[in-house]
């Protein structure tokens, strides 16, 4: 493909050579014999010479518009920038096995709805309400794994999510699976909000040198950071302290030092703790709301074939010229030599 001016471009540009006859029209006119040589005695007549460089005229456009389609005229691929509201969002997946259990923290039995099947559900509209994010996933469960790089094909998005009741391991390294995230935000150079949309039942204890990394990385740009909960019944929650005879170390309780680590961090952060589906259901509607900041992205548009406007303008100048043809008035008789009869 050949790109021309203002965006225009060809598909085959060698026939573009044949563009050097359409003047033809303007200097060459095929004339039959007449039994009156000259027309000097007659009065000037405006509009005949109107009319005759009218025809001219759209002889060069039909034959212009011919040999652009052609070649294949078209309006090439361009990338705009259009203004949007949303965000830039990395949802960060638990895919341990204990995602599988009810809010119950039991097998899920007839129509129940294990905790997985919520946040999918749940997920699934949040990324539908969102036609204008760039969203990816990365699940985690022993090791962290990327599910969708950063992305605005929402299908792709929603196909990720269908998956993530999938059954996981047992391990919950959460530590590893916030790098992960941070790393897939890393290539988003724009203004838009960042964010990560931790969605998890549990924690794990993150090592130290892993939590120093994560410190470093969270300082160079800033994140939002949502940590949605999904508490089992029985678990001691993220936000209350333990009894004084209860020890109070990661080790004991990783969640609630989990959301402390969090909000040690220096970002945004807000911590949901969700123990039923409706829970899950407001916290995703208040992260909806949260991440709706004005977002500057960039389109790429296909190709548009413009042939077939091409032909229409050639059978329309073609048509105005076999109209005057119709229309055209013989001066006298004249015989086959055109010789006035």
Request: charged share 20%.
């Amino acid at each position: 493909m050949t790109d021309l001016l203002g965006g225009l471009a060809v598909r085959s540009p060698g026939l573009l050579i044949l563009l050097l006859l359409a003047p033809l029209p303007l200097v060459l006119q095929p004339r039959k014999p007449s039994g009156f040589p000259a027309l000097d005695g007659l009065p000037d007549d405006p509009v005949s010479t109107a009319l005759d460089w009218a025809i001219r005229v759209a002889g060069v456009v039909a034959l212009s518009a011919l040999v652009l389609a052609a070649a294949g005229l078209q309006v090439g691929a361009r990338t705009i920038e259009r203004t949007g509201r949303g965000s830039h969002i990395s949802l960060l997946i638990d895919r341990s096995g204990s995602m599988n259990d009810t809010f119950a923290g039991r097998t899920p039995e007839g129509g129940e709805e294990s905790k997985s099947q919520a946040a999918k559900r749940l997920l699934d509209a949040f990324v539908a309400r969102r036609p204008r994010d760039q969203i990816g996933i990365v699940g985690f469960s022993t090791a962290p794994m990327l599910v969708v790089p950063m992305t605005d094909r929402l299908d792709a998005v929603r196909a990720g999510i269908a998956a993530i009741d999938r059954p996981g391991l047992a391990f919950t390294d959460v530590g590893r699976g916030l790098a992960m995230a941070l790393d897939q935000l890393e290539g988003d150079t724009g203004l838009a909000s960042r964010s990560i949309v931790l969605v998890s039942d549990g924690a794990a204890v993150i090592d130290r040198k892993v939590q120093e990394a994560l410190r470093n990385a969270f300082a160079k740009r800033p994140v939002n950071l949502y940590w949605l909960y999904l508490r089992s019944a029985g678990s001691p929650g993220i936000f209350a302290p333990p009894p004084p005879d209860k020890p109070d170390n990661p080790q004991v309780l990783p969640e609630r030092h989990l959301n402390i680590f969090l909000g040690s961090l220096g970002q945004r952060y807000r911590a949901f703790e969700a123990e039923n589906a409706e829970a899950v259901a407001d916290a995703i509607a208040e992260i909806d709301k949260l991440e709706a900041s004005e977002i500057r992205y960039r389109e790429t548009l296909p190709n548009v074939d413009l042939a077939g406007v091409a032909y229409a303008v050639a059978v329309g100048a073609l048509a105005l010229i076999i109209a005057a043809k119709l229309l055209e008035v013989r001066i006298g008789n004249t015989d086959s030599h055109g010789r006035a009869a």
